[in-house]
């Protein structure tokens, strides 16, 4: 099992950039394919960004491209999420999650609990 806990969400203007993180704690950390999930207000939690155990490949909604970046550092167990050029409709709750399947086909099997992101116009 693996335990995710996510932090650096907040306000920011439209234009603006945040760092999201997400701290895992366990030893099969680098085991597991790791991404991001996000769900506005009303609706349904739609698959961001994820990336593979090494790093070496990374999966993109077509929303995000050319505007975030998901990388990851297995020395420290953590995942990370750059947003930049955020736009209000980026604003939404932001969930890590670990899967075992790749990034291109990346369904959440544990998930953290969570992180605001606040894009305003």
């Known amino acids: 099992q693996v335990q995710l806990v996510e932090s650096g969400g907040g306000l920011v203007q439209a234009g ?44 993109y909604a077509d929303s995000v491209k ?27 709750v932001y969930y890590c999650a670990a899967s075992s399947r790749p990034p291109n086909n990346f369904i959440g099997d544990y998930w953290g609990e969570g992180t605001l992101v606040t894009v305003s116009s």
């Open 66 to 92: 050319g505007r975030f970046t998901i990388s990851r550092d297995n020395a420290k167990n953590t995942v990370y999420l750059q947003m930049n050029s955020l736009k209000p409709e980026d604003t939404a």
């Open 16 to 59: 603006g950039s945040l760092r999201l993180s997400c701290a895992a704690s366990g030893r099969t950390f680098i085991y597991y394919t790791l991404g991001w999930f996000r769900q506005a207000p009303g609706k349904e939690r739609d698959f961001v960004a994820a990336i593979s155990q090494s790093g070496g490949f990374a999966q």
